[in-house]
C-alpha cells in the first residue's frame, strides 16, 4: 500500500476524472435523473479532464506504472485535442430530434466516456497491453454508440459491419504486435527500442517488415484509409450523427496517434542495414495515403447524402495526414497535429450544421438547398466549414494543407509526388463541396428551418470562429503547440534514462 501511494497517480488525473464520471453517471441513470443532466455532467467531466490535463502542461515527462503509462509532449498535445472534440461532440449529442431517435440517449453519454477513456489511454500507452487495452476499450464502446437506435434497421445494419470489420481489424493489429513481442520479449515500446537497435541480421528484418505491415493494415482499418475504407459509408450513414462525429472526429485521430507512436517509438529507431525499417516501409504509407486521397474524392463526386459524402471526404483527409507520416520530416508531427486540430473543428462544424437542418431525417445534399434564405448564419457558417475543407485560402484547413505540402517538400525528393497528388486531389474536391454552395445560396426550398437549440449554436460558433482565427492566425495554434509540448525533448526520454 505504502508503494502503491508513493506513485506520481497525478499523471493519470485526467483519465481518473473521465473513469470517475462515467461510472457516476451510469449510477445517476439508474434514478431516472434526465438524460439532459446526464449529458451536461459528462460535459463538464470533460472539460474538468482538460483543465487537469492543462496544469500538467508545465510538468517534466514522466511514467508510471513501470513505464506502461507516459505523460510527455507528445500525450499531451493529442490528448488536448481529444478532449476538445470530445467537448464539442458530447455538446452536440444534447439534441435529439432527428426522425428516428436515440432512445437511450443516457446510455451514450457514458458508453462514450468510455470510448474517450480509451483514446486518452491509447495516447498515453507506452506497452503494447496497455495499448491494446485502450484501443479495444474505445472500439467496443463504438460498436454499442453505433447501434444504440434499437428499433433503427440502418442503425444495426450499420453497426454489425462496423462490428465485423473491427473484429478484423483488432485480430490483424494483435497478430503484428504478436510478431513484436516474440522478437524482443517484451511489451513495453521502449525496451522494445533498445532491444532492436541492436537487431540487423536478415530474418529479423524480414519478421519486422510483417510485424510493421499487419499492424498498419490494422490500424488503417480504424483510420478507414483506403482501400480499408469499406465499412466507413454504411456506418457513417447509419449511425446517429453524434455518433458519426465522433467516429468521424475523435476516433479516427485516435488512430492516427497510436499509429505515430508505434511506429515512430519501435521503427524509427531500428537499423535495417544502412537505413530502418520505417524508412524501408515508407513507401507503403505512402501508396495507401494516394489511395486514400484519390479514392476519396472521386468516389465522393458521386455521393448524395451528405453523412456519405462526409465519409468519404474523411477518407481523403486520412490521406492528407498521411502524407507527412510516409515522408517524416522535422515539420511532421506539428502538421499533423496543426492538421488535427482543424480537421477536428472544420467536421464538428459541419455535422454539426447538418443536425441542425435534418430534422425531417433527411440527410441528402438538397436538405441544403435555398439555406441562405431560410438561416443566413447556418449557411454562412456551413460556408466557412466547407471553404475550409476544401482548402480556401483564410481557413485553417488552407493552413494544414499548406504546411503538410511543406513538410512533404522537407522529406525524402523521392516522395515529391505525394505533395502533389495532394494538390491534384484538392481540387477534385471542390466539386462536390462547392455543390453543397451551390444549393445553398443558389437554390429555393419551401421548407422553414425552426429555432436552433442553444448547444447546437454553441458548437456551430465555437467551431466557425476557431476555424476562421486558425487560417488568419495560424501563428497562436503553433506557438501554443511549440511552448507547450516539446515533443523531441521528451518523446524518447524513457529509453535516455
Same mark, same amino acid.
Given at each position: 500500500m505504502e508503494m502503491l501511494l508513493s506513485l506520481p497517480w497525478g499523471l493519470m488525473l485526467p483519465e481518473f476524472i473521465i473513469v !470517475? $464520471?462515467?461510472?457516476? =453517471?451510469?449510477?445517476?441513470?439508474?434514478?431516472?435523473? !434526465?438524460?439532459?443532466? #446526464?449529458?451536461?455532467?459528462?460535459?463538464?467531466?470533460?472539460?474538468?479532464?482538460?483543465? $487537469?490535463?492543462i496544469f500538467l502542461y508545465n510538468d517534466p515527462a514522466s511514467d508510471i506504472l513501470y513505464g506502461t503509462f507516459v505523460l510527455d509532449g507528445f500525450s499531451k498535445a493529442f490528448k488536448s485535442i481529444l478532449l476538445v472534440g470530445a467537448a464539442l461532440v458530447l455538446m452536440l449529442a444534447l439534441s435529439d430530434y432527428?426522425?428516428?431517435?436515440?432512445?437511450?440517449?443516457s446510455e451514450y453519454f457514458y458508453l462514450f466516456l468510455t470510448a474517450l477513456l480509451g483514446a486518452m489511454i491509447m495516447t498515453s500507452s507506452n506497452d503494447l497491453i496497455t495499448l491494446f487495452v485502450g484501443l479495444e476499450l474505445l472500439s467496443l464502446s463504438s460498436y454499442i454508440l453505433v447501434g444504440i437506435r434499437k428499433t433503427c434497421t440502418a442503425s444495426n445494419e450499420a453497426a454489425m459491419k462496423y462490428v465485423i470489420n473491427g473484429g478484423i481489424a483488432t485480430a490483424i493489429t494483435l497478430f503484428g504486435m504478436s510478431y513484436l513481442y516474440g522478437l524482443t520479449g517484451? /511489451?513495453?515500446?521502449?525496451?522494445?527500442m533498445a532491444v532492436l537497435q541492436g537487431q540487423t541480421r536478415g530474418d529479423v528484418e524480414l519478421l519486422l517488415s510483417i510485424a510493421f505491415l499487419l499492424t498498419f493494415v490494422g490500424l488503417a482499418f480504424k483510420l478507414a484509409a483506403a482501400?480499408?475504407?469499406m465499412w466507413a459509408p454504411d456506418v457513417y450513414e447509419g449511425a446517429p450523427t453524434p455518433v458519426t462525429a465522433f467516429l468521424g472526429t475523435v476516433s479516427k485521430l485516435a488512430g492516427f496517434v497510436i499509429m505515430l507512436r508505434i511506429f515512430l517509438l519501435i521503427f524509427s529507431g531500428t537499423p535495417a542495414g544502412t537505413t530502418t525499417v520505417m524508412d524501408k516501409m515508407q513507401i507503403y504509407i505512402a501508396v495507401l495515403a494516394v489511395a486514400s486521397m484519390v479514392i476519396g474524392n472521386v468516389v465522393a463526386l458521386k455521393q448524395t447524402n451528405v453523412k456519405r459524402m462526409l465519409a468519404y471526404s474523411g477518407?481523403?483527409?486520412? !490521406?492528407?495526414? #498521411?502524407?507527412?507520416? $510516409? /515522408? #517524416?520530416?522535422?515539420f511532421t508531427l506539428d502538421s499533423m497535429w496543426f492538421y488535427m486540430l482543424a480537421y477536428l473543428l472544420m467536421s464538428i462544424g459541419a455535422f454539426a450544421v447538418l443536425y441542425a437542418i435534418s430534422r425531417s431525417g433527411d440527410d441528402s445534399v438538397h436538405a441544403f438547398s435555398g439555406l441562405y434564405r431560410r438561416s443566413p448564419l447556418l449557411a454562412i457558417a456551413m460556408t466557412i466549414f466547407i471553404l475550409s475543407l476544401a482548402g480556401i485560402p483564410g481557413t485553417a484547413g488552407f493552413i494544414g494543407k499548406v504546411h503538410i505540402f511543406l513538410s512533404a517538400l522537407a522529406g525524402d525528393a523521392s516522395y515529391?509526388? =505525394?505533395? $502533389?497528388?495532394?494538390?491534384?486531389?484538392?481540387?477534385?474536391?471542390?466539386?462536390?463541396?462547392f455543390r453543397i454552395l451551390q444549393l445553398m445560396f443558389f437554390r429555393a426550398s419551401e421548407e422553414e428551418v425552426s429555432a436552433i437549440p442553444l448547444?447546437?449554436?454553441?458548437?456551430? /460558433?465555437v467551431c466557425a470562429v476557431f476555424t476562421i482565427v486558425c487560417g488568419i492566425l495560424p501563428a497562436i495554434g503553433y506557438d501554443i503547440f511549440y511552448e507547450n509540448f516539446p515533443f523531441m525533448r521528451d518523446f524518447f526520454y524513457i529509453g535516455q534514462n
Open positions: !470517475g $464520471a462515467a461510472v457516476l =453517471l451510469s449510477l445517476l441513470d439508474l434514478f431516472d435523473i !434526465g438524460k439532459r443532466k #446526464l449529458g451536461l455532467l459528462a460535459i463538464l467531466a470533460v472539460l474538468s479532464s482538460l483543465v $487537469a490535463l432527428e426522425k428516428k431517435m436515440i432512445e437511450d440517449r517484451t /511489451t513495453n515500446a521502449t525496451e522494445m482501400p480499408f475504407h477518407i481523403a483527409h486520412a !490521406g492528407y495526414l #498521411l502524407v507527412p507520416f $510516409a /515522408t #517524416l520530416s522535422v515529391y509526388v =505525394l505533395p $502533389a497528388i495532394l494538390m491534384a486531389t484538392t481540387v477534385i474536391s471542390f466539386a462536390y463541396y448547444n447546437l449554436k454553441i458548437v456551430i /460558433t
